[in-house]
Structure formats: C-alpha cells, structure tokens
C-alpha cells in the first residue's frame, strides 16, 4: 500500500505539471481533462485513509478542489501546487528520477544520430549507444525493485507527513471562525465510492477536518437516496426562502462522526 500511495502521489504530481501546461485551453477542453483524471485522485485519496494518512489524503482532495475550481475562474490567479512527499518518498523518486532521466539522454541521443547519419554509417556509435540504453533500462528496473524493497520494510519511519500546509492553514481558518462565531466549524470533504455512480448501493465517506483533528467516517448508502438528497439539497440552495441545513447530508450520514467530536 506504501508503494502504491508513493507512485499514486508521483501520478498526481505529474497531472499537476500538465494542468498549468493547459491553463490556456478552452475551458470545456479543461472539464474534460479533469473529469478524466478525476479518479487518480480519488483512488490516492482512499489509499491514504486506508493507512492512516488523513492530512495528506486531504491535500489530495484538497488539490482536486483547487483545480476544479482555479481552472474554470480564469480571473483567479492560483499557483498550481504539488503534494508533499515524506523523507522516503521523497529520496526513492530522487533515484527514480535519476534513472527515468538516463533512460531519456540515451534515448534522445540515438533518435538524433538517426536524424544525422545514414543507416549505413554510424554503426558503431549506435551500438554503443543501443549498449548504454539497455544499461539504462536495467538501471530503472532495479531502482523499482529497490524501491518496492523499501516501501515493504515494517518500520512507519518516514511514511507520514504529519504537517501539511493546506490542513494547517485550514485549521488555522476554523478556528478564527469558531472565535468569530461562537460555534465549532468544520470543513467536510465528501467522497462516494464508484459503485454509487452505477447502480447499486455503496458508501458516503467524508473527511473532516476540525480546527485540532483530521477525522474519517464512512456509512452505507442507497444510490437512489444520494441522488435524491442531493437534488432536494440543489433546489433549496437555489432559493433565499429556504433553509438548507435540515437536508445536508452530513447532519444524517455522519451523526456519529459528530458526537464523537463533542
């Protein structure tokens, strides 16, 4: 589960790269690349709850909202951000990077000698090369190795970023508003596994981040009552004569999440 959270972060990061490559296109061009990508991040997001790493489950989901939002208001100026990694993460995709890097120089190396020499000449710089590219290959395939190797080791030292930013600054947030107001906030991070978006049943899980805790809850739902409860929820918010507050989903789905708060 470590390995794949380490590379899940490597995916995310590198949709991150190509989101602030597309900041310019079409913003139906932008909803379909994100409606795409969408599940990379929810799949991350679920693989750090499942061990424990709520914060950095919440910079994923977090990072998600960000680019929902910043990418369809252009007017918003919003550096694109990248998650962090921990002390391991962070050397094993050093080595990683270095040997993908190697693989790349080579690579590039003998398709320009193919540009440049005619297939009957060179032969021997391109053995030479087709040598070192192998070499390279291999050089990866062991660093992979290695890094499964690292990531199976028992020991939980250097596998959690206890303090990420956005939950920080989050948190910081809640509580300026629970001195304002009186009463505690929190933010609430809604999460619905796939099944939910076919037929069936499945569960409603939230994240929820108060001004001193990051919690997780989870019920069993019905498709048809989400998609209900959501619609009845939609119309009230369209109107100033209605309260909403009755018909938000966490005050039924997470009842328990909040008695075990106060």
């Given at each position: 589960?470590?390995?794949?959270s380490?590379?899940?972060?490597?995916?995310?990061?590198?949709?991150?790269?190509?989101?602030?490559?597309?900041?310019?296109?079409?913003?139906?061009?932008?909803?379909?690349?994100?409606?795409?990508?969408e599940?990379?991040?929810?799949?991350?997001?679920?693989?750090?709850?499942?061990?424990?790493?709520?914060?950095?489950?919440?910079?994923?989901?977090?990072?998600?909202?960000?680019?929902?939002?910043?990418?369809?208001?252009?007017?918003?100026?919003?550096?694109?951000?990248?998650?962090?990694?921990?002390?391991?993460?962070?050397?094993?995709?050093?080595?990683?990077?270095?040997?993908?890097?190697?693989?790349?120089?080579?690579?590039?190396?003998?398709?320009?000698?193919?540009?440049?020499?005619?297939?009957?000449e060179?032969?021997?710089?391109?053995?030479?090369?087709?040598?070192?590219?192998?070499?390279?290959?291999?050089?990866?395939?062991?660093?992979?190795?290695?890094?499964?190797?690292?990531?199976?080791?028992?020991?939980?030292?250097?596998?959690?970023?206890?303090?990420?930013?956005?939950?920080?600054?989050?948190?910081?947030?809640?509580?300026?508003?629970?001195?304002?107001?009186?009463?505690?906030?929190?933010?609430?991070?809604?999460?619905?596994?796939k099944?939910?978006?076919?037929e069936?049943d499945?569960?409603?899980?939230?994240?929820?981040?108060?001004?001193?805790?990051?919690?997780?809850?989870t019920?069993?739902?019905?498709?048809?009552?989400?998609?209900?409860?959501?619609?009845?929820?939609?119309?009230?918010?369209?109107?100033d004569?209605?309260?909403?507050?009755?018909?938000?989903?966490?005050?039924?789905?997470?009842?328990?999440?909040?008695?075990?708060?106060?």
């Amino acid at each position: 589960m470590r390995r794949g959270s380490n590379f899940g972060k490597r995916a995310v990061n590198l949709l991150q790269q190509l989101r602030a490559s597309v900041a310019g296109l079409d913003k139906e061009q932008q909803k379909s690349l994100l409606k795409s990508n969408e599940r990379t991040y929810r799949i991350l997001a679920y693989m750090l709850i499942g061990t424990d790493r709520l914060p950095e489950a919440h910079q994923v989901l977090n990072l998600f909202k960000d680019q929902q939002f910043f990418d369809f208001n252009r007017g918003t100026d919003q550096a694109v951000s990248n998650l962090t990694l921990t002390p391991r993460e962070s050397a094993i995709n050093a080595t990683l990077e270095q040997a993908t890097l190697r693989i790349a120089t080579v690579g590039e190396q003998l398709a320009q000698l193919s540009h440049k020499v005619d297939p009957s000449e060179g032969a021997a710089e391109r053995q030479r090369l087709e040598a070192h590219l192998k070499t390279a290959a291999e050089g990866f395939l062991l660093a992979v190795k290695q890094a499964d190797t690292e990531f199976s080791r028992a020991s939980s030292e250097g596998n959690k970023v206890v303090d990420i930013a956005d939950t920080v600054q989050l948190q910081k947030t809640l509580r300026e508003l629970s001195q304002q107001t009186g009463q505690k906030a929190v933010a609430i991070y809604t999460l619905l596994d796939k099944e939910l978006e076919g037929e069936g049943d499945g569960s409603f899980s939230a994240l929820v981040v108060t001004p001193d805790a990051v919690t997780f809850t989870t019920q069993p739902v019905k498709r048809d009552a989400v998609n209900e409860k959501a619609l009845q929820l939609w119309g009230l918010l369209q109107s100033d004569q209605y309260d909403p507050r009755p018909l938000i989903l966490s005050r039924k789905f997470f009842r328990n999440s909040a008695a075990g708060e106060q």
